[in-house]
Protein backbone atom coordinates (compact mmCIF):
# COMPACT_ATOMS: atom_id res chain seq x y z
CA UNK A 1 0.00 0.00 0.00
CA UNK A 2 1.75 3.45 -1.18
CA UNK A 3 1.91 6.04 1.29
CA UNK A 4 -0.56 9.10 0.98
CA UNK A 5 0.25 12.30 -0.75
CA UNK A 6 -0.01 15.23 1.51
CA UNK A 7 -2.54 17.39 -1.45
CA UNK A 8 -4.56 14.50 -1.07
CA UNK A 9 -4.96 15.12 2.90
CA UNK A 10 -5.43 18.63 2.11
CA UNK A 11 -8.17 17.53 0.23
CA UNK A 12 -9.48 14.98 2.26
CA UNK A 13 -9.47 17.91 5.22
CA UNK A 14 -11.85 20.61 3.27
CA UNK A 15 -14.28 17.73 2.36
CA UNK A 16 -14.27 16.54 5.78
CA UNK A 17 -15.14 20.26 7.18
CA UNK A 18 -17.94 20.35 4.32
CA UNK A 19 -19.37 17.62 5.43
CA UNK A 20 -19.51 18.48 8.87
CA UNK A 21 -21.13 22.08 7.81
CA UNK A 22 -23.73 19.86 5.60
CA UNK A 23 -24.68 17.18 8.13
CA UNK A 24 -25.38 20.12 10.73
CA UNK A 25 -27.72 22.05 8.28
CA UNK A 26 -29.65 18.95 7.05
CA UNK A 27 -29.91 18.14 10.87
CA UNK A 28 -30.80 21.44 12.42
CA UNK A 29 -33.25 21.40 8.91
CA UNK A 30 -34.87 18.00 10.34
CA UNK A 31 -35.20 19.63 13.69
CA UNK A 32 -36.95 22.80 12.81
CA UNK A 33 -39.51 20.56 10.75
CA UNK A 34 -40.10 17.76 14.12
CA UNK A 35 -40.11 20.00 16.81
CA UNK A 36 -42.50 23.52 14.56
CA UNK A 37 -43.96 21.20 12.43
CA UNK A 38 -42.81 22.51 9.09
CA UNK A 39 -42.45 20.34 6.38
CA UNK A 40 -41.62 22.88 3.73
CA UNK A 41 -37.76 21.92 2.17
CA UNK A 42 -36.73 25.32 0.27
CA UNK A 43 -35.17 25.20 -3.10
CA UNK A 44 -31.94 26.68 -2.14
CA UNK A 45 -31.52 24.29 1.00
CA UNK A 46 -31.74 21.40 -2.16
CA UNK A 47 -28.90 23.88 -4.60
CA UNK A 48 -26.78 24.29 -0.99
CA UNK A 49 -27.28 20.42 -0.80
CA UNK A 50 -26.34 19.60 -4.12
CA UNK A 51 -22.97 22.30 -4.26
CA UNK A 52 -21.92 20.81 -0.69
CA UNK A 53 -22.12 17.53 -2.24
CA UNK A 54 -20.43 17.71 -5.52
CA UNK A 55 -17.52 19.91 -3.14
CA UNK A 56 -17.28 16.62 -1.06
CA UNK A 57 -17.17 14.26 -4.07
CA UNK A 58 -14.23 15.65 -5.77
CA UNK A 59 -12.56 16.75 -2.81
CA UNK A 60 -12.41 12.76 -1.76
CA UNK A 61 -11.16 11.61 -5.72
CA UNK A 62 -8.88 15.01 -5.44
CA UNK A 63 -8.80 15.84 -8.45
CA UNK A 64 -8.90 19.05 -10.10
CA UNK A 65 -11.31 19.25 -13.11
CA UNK A 66 -13.86 21.63 -14.70
CA UNK A 67 -16.11 20.29 -11.95
CA UNK A 68 -14.81 22.67 -9.47
CA UNK A 69 -15.58 25.41 -11.65
CA UNK A 70 -19.07 24.47 -11.82
CA UNK A 71 -19.89 24.46 -8.14
CA UNK A 72 -18.45 27.49 -7.34
CA UNK A 73 -19.90 28.86 -10.41
CA UNK A 74 -23.49 27.88 -8.76
CA UNK A 75 -22.44 29.16 -4.87
CA UNK A 76 -21.14 32.12 -6.53
CA UNK A 77 -25.11 32.70 -7.95
CA UNK A 78 -26.56 31.84 -4.58
CA UNK A 79 -24.22 34.22 -2.14
CA UNK A 80 -25.45 36.88 -5.11
CA UNK A 81 -28.95 35.92 -4.28
CA UNK A 82 -28.64 36.26 -0.56
CA UNK A 83 -26.97 39.62 -1.26
CA UNK A 84 -29.51 41.17 -2.96
CA UNK A 85 -32.32 38.99 -0.81
CA UNK A 86 -30.52 40.64 2.36
CA UNK A 87 -28.51 43.32 1.73
CA UNK A 88 -25.69 43.03 3.94
CA UNK A 89 -22.09 43.70 4.74
CA UNK A 90 -21.84 40.32 5.83
CA UNK A 91 -23.19 38.55 2.76
CA UNK A 92 -21.13 40.79 0.79
CA UNK A 93 -17.65 39.28 2.34
CA UNK A 94 -19.49 36.13 1.85
CA UNK A 95 -20.40 36.86 -2.20
CA UNK A 96 -16.56 38.34 -2.61
CA UNK A 97 -15.28 35.10 -0.75
CA UNK A 98 -17.51 32.68 -3.46
CA UNK A 99 -16.05 35.14 -6.77
CA UNK A 100 -12.81 35.03 -5.24
CA UNK A 101 -12.94 31.00 -4.85
CA UNK A 102 -14.39 30.67 -8.86
CA UNK A 103 -11.53 32.91 -10.15
CA UNK A 104 -9.36 30.81 -8.76
CA UNK A 105 -10.48 27.45 -10.27
CA UNK A 106 -10.53 29.81 -13.48
CA UNK A 107 -7.23 31.08 -13.68
CA UNK A 108 -5.74 27.35 -12.56
CA UNK A 109 -7.86 26.04 -16.26
CA UNK A 110 -6.48 28.75 -18.20
CA UNK A 111 -2.87 29.16 -16.85
CA UNK A 112 -2.17 25.19 -16.94
CA UNK A 113 -3.40 25.25 -20.48
CA UNK A 114 -0.29 27.78 -21.33
CA UNK A 115 1.92 25.35 -18.66
CA UNK A 116 2.08 28.65 -16.58
CA UNK A 117 3.09 26.69 -13.33
CA UNK A 118 4.30 29.82 -11.16
CA UNK A 119 1.76 32.38 -12.12
CA UNK A 120 -1.01 29.67 -11.15
CA UNK A 121 0.81 29.18 -7.86
CA UNK A 122 0.91 33.37 -7.44
CA UNK A 123 -2.92 33.62 -8.59
CA UNK A 124 -4.09 30.58 -6.46
CA UNK A 125 -2.09 32.52 -3.14
CA UNK A 126 -2.92 35.57 -3.57
CA UNK A 127 -6.86 35.29 -4.62
CA UNK A 128 -7.18 32.33 -1.84
CA UNK A 129 -5.95 34.66 1.14
CA UNK A 130 -8.66 37.19 -0.21
CA UNK A 131 -11.07 34.61 -0.13
CA UNK A 132 -10.31 33.34 3.21
CA UNK A 133 -9.96 36.73 4.86
CA UNK A 134 -13.49 37.66 3.40
CA UNK A 135 -15.06 34.56 4.51
CA UNK A 136 -13.66 34.82 8.14
CA UNK A 137 -14.38 38.72 7.84
CA UNK A 138 -18.43 37.47 6.79
CA UNK A 139 -18.64 35.31 9.67
CA UNK A 140 -17.56 38.07 12.66
CA UNK A 141 -19.53 40.30 11.18
CA UNK A 142 -22.42 37.50 11.16
CA UNK A 143 -21.36 36.97 14.99
CA UNK A 144 -21.75 40.89 15.45
CA UNK A 145 -24.99 41.65 13.36
CA UNK A 146 -26.83 38.78 15.38
CA UNK A 147 -25.34 39.09 18.50
CA UNK A 148 -23.99 36.19 19.16
CA UNK A 149 -21.47 36.63 21.74
CA UNK A 150 -24.64 37.12 24.08
CA UNK A 151 -25.91 33.75 23.18
CA UNK A 152 -22.77 32.02 22.91
CA UNK A 153 -24.16 29.08 25.28
CA UNK A 154 -27.21 28.84 22.60
CA UNK A 155 -25.62 29.53 19.37
CA UNK A 156 -21.75 28.07 19.94
CA UNK A 157 -22.50 24.89 17.93
CA UNK A 158 -23.56 27.51 14.97
CA UNK A 159 -20.20 29.77 15.55
CA UNK A 160 -18.35 26.69 15.57
CA UNK A 161 -19.69 25.32 12.45
CA UNK A 162 -19.04 28.75 10.79
CA UNK A 163 -15.43 28.54 12.01
CA UNK A 164 -15.38 24.76 9.81
CA UNK A 165 -16.77 26.47 6.98
CA UNK A 166 -13.77 29.28 7.07
CA UNK A 167 -11.06 26.06 7.58
CA UNK A 168 -12.83 23.97 4.22
CA UNK A 169 -11.76 27.06 2.18
CA UNK A 170 -8.64 27.48 3.83
CA UNK A 171 -7.80 23.54 3.22
CA UNK A 172 -8.81 24.05 -0.57
CA UNK A 173 -6.65 26.78 -0.94
CA UNK A 174 -3.74 24.73 0.89
CA UNK A 175 -4.77 21.79 -1.23
CA UNK A 176 -4.09 23.71 -4.56
CA UNK A 177 -0.85 25.63 -4.01
CA UNK A 178 0.24 22.41 -2.83
CA UNK A 179 -0.12 20.58 -5.84
CA UNK A 180 0.78 23.22 -8.21
CA UNK A 181 3.99 22.70 -5.60
CA UNK A 182 4.39 19.49 -6.52
CA UNK A 183 3.68 20.09 -10.17
CA UNK A 184 6.79 22.77 -10.02
CA UNK A 185 9.34 20.84 -8.45
CA UNK A 186 8.43 18.06 -10.72
CA UNK A 187 9.35 19.77 -13.31
CA UNK A 188 12.52 21.00 -12.09
CA UNK A 189 13.73 17.91 -11.13
CA UNK A 190 12.83 16.50 -14.33
CA UNK A 191 13.68 19.34 -16.79
CA UNK A 192 13.70 16.95 -19.96
CA UNK A 193 10.50 15.99 -19.27
CA UNK A 194 7.81 18.50 -20.96
CA UNK A 195 4.21 18.39 -18.89
CA UNK A 196 0.64 19.67 -20.09
CA UNK A 197 -1.94 20.01 -17.30
CA UNK A 198 -4.59 19.88 -19.37
CA UNK A 199 -3.87 17.10 -21.87
CA UNK A 200 -2.26 15.44 -18.59
CA UNK A 201 0.40 14.77 -21.97
CA UNK A 202 3.44 13.77 -20.01
CA UNK A 203 6.65 13.76 -23.25
CA UNK A 204 9.91 12.04 -22.42
CA UNK A 205 13.22 12.13 -24.42
CA UNK A 206 15.81 9.21 -24.22
CA UNK A 207 17.61 11.00 -21.21
CA UNK A 208 15.29 9.77 -18.38
CA UNK A 209 15.04 6.30 -17.81
CA UNK A 210 11.97 4.04 -17.09
CA UNK A 211 12.74 3.99 -13.29
CA UNK A 212 12.84 7.70 -13.22
CA UNK A 213 9.52 7.91 -15.97
CA UNK A 214 7.93 5.66 -13.58
CA UNK A 215 8.97 7.94 -10.38
CA UNK A 216 7.45 10.39 -11.96
CA UNK A 217 4.55 9.70 -13.48
CA UNK A 218 3.56 8.41 -9.51
CA UNK A 219 3.82 12.01 -8.24
CA UNK A 220 1.86 13.60 -10.81
CA UNK A 221 -0.69 10.62 -9.93
CA UNK A 222 -0.45 11.21 -5.90
CA UNK A 223 -0.48 14.99 -6.35
CA UNK A 224 -3.80 14.46 -8.62
CA UNK A 225 -2.36 15.77 -11.67
CA UNK A 226 -3.81 12.92 -13.48
CA UNK A 227 -6.02 10.13 -12.97
CA UNK A 228 -5.37 6.19 -12.25
CA UNK A 229 -6.21 5.44 -15.92
CA UNK A 230 -3.94 7.82 -17.48
CA UNK A 231 -1.23 6.30 -15.15
CA UNK A 232 -1.75 2.70 -16.28
CA UNK A 233 -1.71 3.93 -19.46
CA UNK A 234 1.94 5.62 -19.02
CA UNK A 235 3.23 2.79 -17.49
CA UNK A 236 2.44 0.13 -20.16
CA UNK A 237 3.97 2.98 -22.37
CA UNK A 238 7.31 3.17 -20.55
CA UNK A 239 7.30 -0.56 -19.67
CA UNK A 240 6.76 -1.40 -23.04
CA UNK A 241 9.77 1.34 -24.34
Known sequence: MGTISKERIYAWMAALCL??????????????MIQYNYSSITWDFVVYGFVQLGFIVLLVIAKKNIGFLFFTGIDVLMNLYYLVLWLSIGNLCAFVAAVMLFLIFLFNIILNVNNNVAAAMT???????????????GVLIDWVQWHNWVYVSNAWIYILIQIVSVVAVLFIVIWLTATLNTIETDI?????ATYNTQNV?????????GADKLKFCKELLDSGAITQEEFEKRKKEILRS
Open 19 to 32: AICAFYRIGQKIFI
Open 123 to 137: VTKALGIISVIMRFA
Open 188 to 192: ECYPC
Open 201 to 209: NVQFNGIIG
